[in-house]
């Protein structure tokens, strides 16, 4: 019984399947307001890391203009634009790398698509004002992330009838609104959004059901890595999350997640790399 039950989890995922999934790389570009000193040592120092992300086997570099993050303040269209858009000019000038662009606003999305980004990365699911009409204009990839409420308050206190439903329900929802304005199916990634109005029990309800976002038909997008879900689970603080992000991200892949986004790529390659080599052997 033991046996059959290890054989058929083994056996969900092909070896093709796995060796396309791809692992989206965190870039932070926390920005130093002190001097434009600081600004300048933290764009090489951005550089750098993306160098390092792609010599270790990333396929996307994600670059985040803060303001997605929960809890944010508000940042101006125009400060993210200084933030963002000159460094993805400089890695796609410099580096033959796709580059999702982590962004909520309509003006960032129209600067980063001129500007050669590969993925639009939205929390909030092109639900901003003018974020369809731009994305329409354009052939960019989109990533659509449930949240349940804002940023500054979803943590408070997030409440679901039932969580997969609910999330699906949103993905059907954001997927017809994005092919009425003319956004092509074929253009979206899904991604449950883990820890964005969520406890930590729905976050593992989500993670334990992954397989079922399947359903929809589009690539699946899991961002697990170093959040408060393993953090809180471990009782870990922040900088002591590998070992439960690698965990965490292997379950996804294994119910069907197609892009894995991570602040530590050397360690997620080659934990994927593991579970490839044993796929090889699948019956
Ligand atoms: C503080 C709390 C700082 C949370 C940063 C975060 C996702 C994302 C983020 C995700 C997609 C983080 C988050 N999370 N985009 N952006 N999916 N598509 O941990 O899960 O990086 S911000």
């Not at 019984?1 to 791809?22: A, E, I, P």
């Not at 699906?168 to 929802?173: A, I, V």
């Not at 934990?271 to 080599?277: D, E, F, S, V």
Request: charged share 20%; aromatic share 4%; net charge negative.
């Amino acid at each position: 019984m033991m046996s059959n039950t290890t054989q058929k989890n083994l056996n969900n995922l092909s070896s093709s399947q796995l060796n396309q999934v791809q692992v989206m790389g965190i870039l932070n570009v926390t920005p130093d307001s002190f001097s434009d000193g600081g600004q300048f040592i933290c764009f090489n120092n951005a550089l750098k890391q993306v160098e390092q992300m792609i010599s270790n086997g990333v396929d996307i570099i994600d670059i985040g203009g803060e303001s997605t993050r929960p809890g944010a303040v508000d940042v101006s269209v125009q400060d993210e634009i200084t933030r963002v858009i000159p460094l993805l000019k400089a890695i796609k000038s410099r580096f033959d790398i796709n580059v999702s662009m982590d962004t909520s606003k309509a003006e960032v999305m129209g600067e980063a698509i001129t500007f050669g980004a590969d993925i639009i990365n939205d929390v909030r699911a092109l639900q901003n004002k003018g974020c369809l009409e731009v994305v329409a204009q354009s052939d960019i990839a989109v990533c659509l992330m449930h949240m349940q409420g804002m940023p500054r308050s979803m943590q408070e206190n997030p409440e679901y009838n039932d969580i997969i439903d609910d999330i699906l329900e949103f993905f059907r929802q954001r997927i017809d609104c994005c092919e009425q304005n003319g956004i092509n199916k074929e253009r979206l990634v899904l991604d449950p959004g883990f820890g964005f109005g969520k406890t930590l029990e729905h976050n593992y309800e989500v993670l334990a059901k992954f397989s079922q976002f399947n359903a929809l038909g589009l690539p699946l997008l899991a961002g697990i890595s170093r959040k408060s879900m393993i953090g809180n689970l471990l009782n870990r603080d922040v900088k002591e999350r590998l070992a439960g992000s690698l965990a965490a991200a292997i379950v996804a892949v294994q119910q069907g997640a197609n892009i894995i986004r991570v602040h530590d790529v050397q360690e997620s390659v080659d934990a994927l790399n593991i579970l490839k080599a044993v796929a090889q052997y699948k019956i």
